[in-house]
């Protein structure tokens, strides 16, 4: 199962972006579902999830919203007030499982099912 991400862009400081991906509609419906983003030179680090919770990386809080359109088949990331350190490769993550531990969330080798990515840059 390839997902699909889409929605990337250049943008300036203090716009806004809603990213895509679509999902299989058992795994939106009973798994859990992610975001990931990787800047360059750095680790890929975790930016959202939803599944039994909703998760929030303190650096994206209140700025990103994560949300699911089962009849859609898509997870999407809206992003409000972006900053340049937002600037990086955005990737949706998947599951079937529903996680039940709060780690696993945050955890990008949880995810079984990935997509290619979509690049996000925000310019100061």
């Known amino acids: 199962v390839q997902l699909q991400a889409s929605g990337g862009g250049l943008v300036q400081t203090g716009d806004s972006l809603r990213l895509s991906c679509t999902a299989p509609?058992?795994?939106?419906?009973?798994?859990?579902v992610g975001w990931f983003r990787q800047a360059p030179g750095k680790e890929r680090e975790f930016v959202s999830a939803s599944g039994r919770g909703t998760y929030y990386a303190d650096s994206v809080k209140g700025r990103f919203t994560i949300s699911t359109d089962n009849a859609k088949n898509t997870v999407y990331l809206q992003m409000n007030n972006l900053k340049p350190e937002d600037t990086a490769v955005y990737y949706c993550?998947?599951?079937?499982?529903?996680?039940?531990?709060?780690?696993?969330?945050?955890?990008?080798?949880?995810?079984?099912?990935w997509g290619q990515g979509t690049l996000v840059t925000v310019s100061s």
């Open positions: 993550a998947a599951d079937d499982r529903s996680f039940s531990i709060r780690s696993y969330f945050f955890t990008a080798s949880r995810y079984y099912y």
């Open positions: 509609s058992n795994t939106l419906s009973r798994g859990t």
